[in-house]
């Protein structure tokens, strides 16, 4: 049980840098990826749009393919991360549990940062 506690909570934290923080952007201008990454588009759209804009969102709405809709999608993310993990880990019976708990732990820590 400890085991799959563990597992949703490091999807869960996944999430949170992913969703919902600079990581990338802050990250890939350190280590020089910022071309590759396309920072400076972000960063002209962030200004050109009246809304908050995380990262995902400008993937999603910049790039239409299946990689950018799975990586921009918290559901379908986190079924992909629960079959990788179940499967690494040998708890393919518990996959499930790990994408649903998962999901709950990332909407009551992010409800809770709000």
Known sequence: MTLLFILSSF???????????DFIIEY??????????????????????????????????RYD???IKLITCPICLSIWMSVLLGLYFHL???????CILSLILYGIV???LT
């Open 11 to 21: 999807i869960a934290m996944i999430f949170l840098i992913w969703f919902n923080s």
């Open 28 to 61: 890939s201008k350190l280590l020089g990826l910022s071309k590759l990454l396309k920072v400076k588009e972000y960063k002209d759209k962030q200004r050109e749009i009246p809304i908050p804009l995380a990262y995902p969102l400008f993937l999603k709405m």
């Open 65 to 67: 393919n299946f990689i």
């Open 92 to 98: 393919w019976n518990f996959i499930p549990v790990i």
């Open 110 to 112: 992010r409800k809770l």
